[in-house]
């Protein structure tokens, strides 16, 4: 595990209408993703506190076709 996070998922890969991402971890830690585009443009951003499991969905059939990224990052240290 990395800073207590036993799983990432993401998926489907790649996404045409719905990015679902999930985090299992047994640390109870603050966590922040953020899903951004090539140019650096944020698409999605948020912040978990005292969350043992995160698991969202957002839609992505507006925006344009291209390259994303997803950030993890947990207590200021990037994972993912």
Same mark, same amino acid.
């Given at each position: 595990t990395i800073m207590g996070v036993n799983k990432v998922?993401?998926?489907p890969n790649p996404a045409?209408? +719905?990015l679902n991402f999930a985090?299992? &971890?047994v640390t109870i830690e603050s966590?922040?993703?953020l899903f951004y585009n090539s140019i650096g443009n944020i698409m999605f951003e948020k912040k978990y506190i005292d969350? +043992?499991?995160i698991a969202e969905?957002? &839609?992505v059939e507006d925006l344009q076709r291209g390259v994303y990224?997803?950030?993890i990052t947990i207590c200021?240290?990037?994972i993912f």
């Open positions: 998922k993401v998926y045409t209408d +719905k985090i299992d &971890y966590v922040s993703v969350k +043992k499991n969905s957002f &839609y990224f997803i950030k200021s240290l990037l």
